[in-house]
Nanobody
């Protein structure tokens, strides 16, 4: 399974970026694609996730209302539209696939990096003040 992120870059505060995560076929009927980010000297943080079958979406509080996750199942691609960006959003953003992140426990496991089995290489997002 391979995941490839794109769309990162440098943007001024208040601006927007759209990240894409293209992935190969997933050997599972259901799974979640999650977006995580890691800033220097900080732990990796779950930002958002979307499930394949139901399309249920999840956001961490700091991005709710500003970021929108969406999917195109036909293209095996998940997007993260990031609006009203802030300097504190600066980080390397990773997408990940979690075949075990499904079912009744998604509400708690979607943000846990250890629940994801496959990871992309990351894309840098830098927001200047």
């Amino acid at each position: 399974v391979q995941l490839v992120e794109s769309g990162g870059g440098l943007v001024q505060a208040g601006g927007s970026l759209r990240l894409s995560c293209a992935f190969s076929e997933i050997p599972s009927d259901d799974y979640a694609i999650g977006w995580f980010r890691q800033a220097p000297e900080k732990e990796r943080e779950g930002v958002s996730a979307i499930t394949r079958l139901e399309g249920a979406t999840y956001y961490t509080d700091s991005v709710a209302g500003r970021f929108t996750i969406s999917r195109d199942n036909a293209k095996n691609t998940v997007y993260l539209q990031m609006n009203s960006l802030k300097p504190e959003d600066t980080a390397v953003y990773y997408c990940a696939c979690g075949p075990r992140v499904s079912g009744y426990n998604v509400g708690t496991t979607w943000r846990v990096a250890e629940e994801y089995d496959y990871w992309g290489q990351g894309t840098q997002v830098t927001v200047s003040s």
